[in-house]
Antibody, heavy 121, light 108 residues
């Protein structure tokens, strides 16, 4: 079954680090651009980061630039989001999403169920 | 980065037609895609590109684009269409992705 499953969320203290994982099933991650999107409780969707299919291009939202990194392990078919120096406003449900558009539109045709990150002392 | 603006709340009578709009300068350069999010669920792609529906999305969903505005139209709204709808595009630089603030659709 084609799916994405996120993990690694939890409660983390401000200023600490956390790594989120996104496991892909029934398709090869490296064939697609992959994204992280988050949703704070009761709020809308916010794009966080992206990695191109070839892995060479990485993009970040201004709100996380310099604190978060995105990576993948092709042998494990998994995508990661390394969150450093977390802040209270990083509290959110984090989704990974697949971009199936080889062109310029970038539409996300597959989403995971998300993993919840709570930043609290 | 640019912004995408959506009306926060829209309502439609059961079986009627409703249009949800999304405005932003980047829409002059990039198509929007639209996502439906029901309570407690992950977003689901409903429209992408010029006017394309993924498999499994009913044909009552359609999209259109004009200038800096993208629109999602539901023709003959059903109770199960009640949800939050988000537009998404790239910003004008092409280096970031932006979501609209979302529109909560109530089907009355």
């Amino acid at each position: 079954q084609v799916q994405l499953v996120e993990s690694g969320g939890g409660v983390v203290q401000p200023g600490r680090s956390l790594r989120l994982s996104c496991a892909a099933s029934a398709f090869t991650l490296r064939a697609y651009g992959m994204h992280w999107v988050r949703q704070a409780p009761g709020k809308g969707l916010e794009w966080v980061a992206a990695m191109s299919a070839d892995g060479r291009d990485k993009l970040f939202a201004d709100s996380v630039e310099g604190r978060f990194t995105i990576s993948r392990d092709t042998s494990k078919n998994a995508l990661y989001l390394q969150m450093n120096t977390v802040r209270a406003d990083d509290t959110a449900l984090y989704y990974c999403a697949r971009n199936s558009d080889p062109g310029s539109t970038w539409f996300f045709d597959l989403w995971g169920r998300g993993t919840l990150v709570i930043v609290s002392s | 980065s640019s912004e995408l603006t959506q009306d926060p709340n829209v309502s439609v009578a059961l079986g009627q037609t409703v249009r949800i709009t999304c405005q932003g300068d980047s829409l002059r350069s990039y198509y929007a895609s639209w996502y439906r999010q029901r309570p407690g669920q992950a977003p689901v792609l409903v429209i992408y590109g010029e006017n394309n529906r993924p498999s499994g999305i009913p044909d009552r969903f359609s999209g259109s684009n004009s200038g800096n505005t993208a629109s999602l139209t539901i023709t003959g709204a059903q109770a199960e269409d009640e949800a939050d709808y988000y537009c998404k595009s790239r910003d004008s630089s092409g280096n970031q992705v932006v979501f609209g603030g979302g529109t909560r659709l109530a089907v009355l």
